[in-house]
Each structure stands twice: as structure tokens, then as C-alpha cells.
């Protein structure tokens, strides 16, 4: 492995981690793929919040890239502790499972200071005995890079694809020219509920994009009283905003003034009957979380607020609808193209922690990993060739419906 022009030192406290935050925000700015998934804000958050939820014990490990003194890059993880039977099994991870797109590096050059990262963490194998990064975004020819790093650093891995997709859906035209690649029927069906909405609106019915959620005080009840409603195959699903709802104000209170955050809401009279939470990462729309009263559901209303969405993306020069990882029937009506995530386990080579990691893995499984990545199956990963969109339904349990 060729010698490294970065410097890696690893964040470790708090205090760290707030000296970072200058440096850290402005690689955001730089980035060629920002992902709010992997910046600052989104980072302190979670970690602040699985810090006191959690027993484990728990520390930041934020390695930061320096060239020449200046911060490159950083990776944003986490070194966790698991004690059993007085075995200990210190792991390295990303912060947390609760978002779909993690970057093993948030920087300006994904190859060097991926190696660069892959350097640091064998050099450094006595501080882990595991290593799990999950959700990990596959650029196309990204995996097999990091493969080649860590086969060539002496550390056994494995890779496998998430089982689940995410499907996107390309914003090449506003909403009246996506309802032109439906079929009549379709059409047909999508017009007269959007009739029914116009329809509505004498009695008080409307449709909004909160671009500043922080300004709206009660927004984030009423988010929670509706999701409260919701309902997956029949029975009401698991709470999530209403579970993060501090984190969830925070989120707000720190990506909303940037605009990196928005909540589209479709109301009757004050009444909040829907809403779609989504975040704006650079050229791209990530929806994150949708939720709707149904005692509406005659109005299809988590339908009915995408036409707003994307005519107000479009109108930006957003360039994509990404519906997250999960292929519910609905998102593939909309769409056929979808990316992959993947799931990496890096083992330590030495025999102590690779048996002490194994009794781990036998106590702790995971959720379930799709197939095994092979190098031949490095192109494309990142995406799928743009097909026939198919005809939307309104089974919006949730747009980022597996993770949550």
C-alpha cells in the first residue's frame, strides 16, 4: 500500500468533536456528494443521544484526515464497548442504523483517504476486535477500492449488499411531464385526485413546503399525533418520530436554517391530515419519513403531497427523488431505478479478537445482510439504468419504510 499525503488522528471526546465543527461543516460545503447523513450536526446529535440512552459504553472515534495541516476529510465513527461473561469485544461503527447513507470518509477524495482510513485502523488494531459498517454508500468502483485497501492492509472482511434497495426516482421534468409517462388509466385515476384536493380546498384543504420547520413551534407535535395514526399491513406501526423527539427538535433547530431539512403538509382547516419529511443533500431530494391520518386515507394523501414535492424541487434545480432503502410495492410503481447500500465487516487478524468477535456476532446476529458482493459486481452498484416509471399506490407506510 502506497505511503499516505494524510495525517489521521482520532476525535475522541466532545470537546473534540466541538473544535471540529468549523472544519468539519465546511467539507460539507466542498463535497462532490454531500450527505447530511455524515456531517457535523447529524453526527453530535445522535451520538449525544445514544450516549445517554444506551449502557454500553460508548466514545466518539471521528478520524480526521489533515494534508498539510488543513482537515481533508473526516470519518464519523463511533467506538462501542460490549461486555459479556468479563469478555470485552470493543467495536468500531458508524454512529447509528436509524439513517440510510453513511460515508466511510466525508471528503474531497474517496480512494486516498479511503486507504488512508484503512492505514490508520490496522496500525491501530489493538483499539477493536470488530469492526461493522453498515449502510455504506457504493459508488460505483468505491467497494472494490476499499476491498483492495483492506486486503492489502492484512484485514480479513466480508461484503455484503443490504438486503434491500433504495429507489430514486429522476427529476428531469416537472409533475405534469412524470404524469405523462403514466399509463391513461393511471393518469386518469391520479387527475381525479388531484380534482378531489382542488375540490377541497373551498372547505379549507391545502398543501404546504415548510422550508424552516424550527420557525413553526408545534410543527413537531402535530407531526407525532398524526404518526400516532399510522398504519403498516393493518396495524399501527412502531413510533419513530415520537421516539427521537428531541432529536428530532434539534435536527431541526440546527439543518433547518441552512435549508437542509423540509416537512411538505397537506392540512384542512388547520388540521394536519399529512406530512413528508425529506431532506435537500445537494442536488438531490432524500425523503425520509411520511405519515398520514387515515381517517383520510380516501384522499391518498401521502400521494398526493409528491406532486408538491417534486414541482417544488424541480422549480430549485433538484435533480432526484430519492425514496430511501425499502422496496415497498408502492416506491416500484413509481420507479424501477434503485442504488445499493452495503454492509462491511472488518475482522481483527489477530486470533484473540477474531474469536471474541465471532462470540459476538453468535450473541448479537444483526439484521440480515442480502448477498455477497463479488469484484465483478462493483459497476453499477451506485445505481440502475432509468426505466418506464409504473403506476404510483398509496401504500405509504413510509417512504424510508424498512429502517423505520
Known amino acids: 500500500m502506497r505511503t499516505s499525503p494524510y495525517n489521521v488522528e482520532a476525535v475522541t471526546s466532545e470537546e473534540g468533536l466541538r473544535q471540529l465543527e468549523a472544519e468539519w461543516n465546511a467539507l460539507d460545503v466542498r463535497a462532490p456528494e454531500p450527505n447530511v447523513f455524515a456531517g457535523y450536526d447529524w453526527f453530535r446529535i445522535w451520538n449525544r443521544y445514544y450516549t445517554a440512552a444506551y449502557s454500553s459504553p460508548r466514545t466518539p472515534h471521528v478520524l480526521v484526515l489533515r494534508r498539510q495541516g488543513v482537515v481533508a476529510g ?20 458508524f454512529c447509528g442504523h436509524e439513517w440510510d447513507y453513511n460515508n466511510l470518509v466525508f471528503g474531497d477524495d474517496p480512494c486516498g483517504q479511503t486507504e488512508a482510513v484503512v492505514q490508520y485502523l490496522a496500525q491501530n488494531a489493538n483499539l477493536w476486535d470488530l469492526i461493522q459498517l453498515r449502510n455504506l454508500r457504493a459508488p460505483s468502483g468505491a467497494i472494490e477500492h476499499l476491498h483492495s485497501a483492506l486486503t492489502a492492509a492484512g484485514l480479513p472482511h466480508t461484503i455484503h449488499f443490504e438486503a434491500e434497495g433504495c429507489p430514486f426516482l429522476p427529476l428531469d421534468t416537472a409533475w405534469e411531464g412524470i404524469l405523462a409517462r403514466f399509463s391513461a388509466s393511471t393518469r386518469h385515476s391520479l387527475r381525479l385526485g388531484q380534482s378531489r384536493i382542488a375540490r377541497m380546498q373551498a372547505d379549507g384543504l391545502r398543501i404546504r413546503i415548510v422550508d424552516e420547520p424550527h420557525r413553526e413551534p408545534a410543527l413537531l407535535d402535530r407531526m407525532i399525533a398524526v404518526e400516532r395514526q399510522k398504519r403498516v399491513g393493518g396495524r399501527p406501526a412502531p413510533l419513530f418520530v415520537a421516539r427521537y423527539r428531541e432529536v428530532f427538535a434539534a435536527l431541526f433547530a440546527t439543518l433547518g436554517p441552512g435549508g437542509k431539512v423540509a416537512v411538505a403538509l397537506m392540512e384542512l382547516d388547520g388540521r394536519l391530515l399529512a406530512w413528508n419529511l425529506y431532506f435537500r443533500c445537494g442536488h438531490k431530494l432524500w425523503g425520509y419519513l411520511t405519515a398520514y391520518d387515515h381517517e383520510f386515507s380516501r384522499l391518498s394523501p401521502g400521494t398526493m403531497l409528491l406532486p408538491t414535492i417534486i414541482d417544488d424541487g424541480f422549480a430549485r434545480g433538484f435533480e432526484e427523488l430519492d425514496f430511501m432503502t425499502g422496496e415497498e410495492a408502492y416506491k416500484s410503481r413509481w420507479t424501477s431505478s434503485f442504488r445499493r447500500t452495503c454492509c462491511v465487516r472488518i475482522q481483527n487478524p489477530r486470533p484473540l479478537a477474531r474469536l471474541k468477535a465471532a462470540v459476538y456476532l453468535a450473541l448479537r446476529p444483526g439484521p440480515a445482510a442480502g448477498e455477497v458482493w463479488a469484484p465483478s459486481q462493483s459497476q453499477g452498484v451506485d445505481g440502475a439504468s432509468v426505466e418506464s416509471v409504473q403506476a404510483p399506490s398509496d401504500g405509504e407506510a413510509s417512504m424510508h419504510g424498512s429502517q423505520h
Open 74 to 93: 473526516v470519518a464519523p465513527l463511533v467506538r462501542i464497548g460490549f461486555s459479556r461473561l468479563g469478555v470485552s469485544v470493543p467495536r468500531i461503527e
